[in-house]
């Protein structure tokens, strides 16, 4: 797989039926490694070790109602009090980072209402703050560590 722009990380990997596979400490299985899940799992990795947020608060790829149409989130991080602190869209690395995967994250936290968004492809980050009294995010240069 690609090399990213992450810390390195000492991932489980398998092969089943000739197809690779990454664990998942969030779903706690193996999963198919594609070049998003690769990007999916060290961001992953990157909210547990470096922004130290507890395993408990992290959700990966779980279903979402948007006007009346099913989605998938990749990553979303809880506060304590059950609120969203962290919203995450992951794209394959090949994938640009463009005004449609800012669209796509914005349409998802309309439902969500987080506090914070990130969008990555692995190679390139950005982190959002929302204002919702202004109707706009914030670009930050980097998402703040976990604090109790």
Not at 118 to 138: P, R, S, W
Request: charged share 25%; aromatic share 14%; net charge positive.
């Amino acid at each position: 797989m690609q090399e990213l722009n992450f810390p390195q990380y000492p991932f489980r990997l398998k092969s089943s039926e000739n197809k690779p596979l990454i664990f998942d400490e969030i779903r706690k299985k193996f999963v198919r490694l594609t070049p998003e899940e690769w990007v999916r799992q060290h961001t992953v990795a990157h909210i547990l070790n470096t922004y130290r947020y507890p395993i408990s608060l992290v959700n990966v790829e779980k279903e979402l109602k948007l006007n009346q149409v099913s989605k998938r989130y990749d990553v979303v991080v809880f506060k304590p009090n059950g609120n969203i602190q962290l919203i995450v869209e992951c794209k394959a690395p090949k994938i640009k980072i463009n005004q449609e995967t800012f669209d796509q994250i914005a349409r998802y936290n309309l439902a969500l209402k987080a506090d914070y968004l990130m969008v990555t492809n692995g190679l390139n980050h950005y982190y959002c703050q929302m204002d919702y009294e202004a109707k706009k995010y914030i670009f930050l240069p980097d998402f703040p560590v976990y604090t109790p």
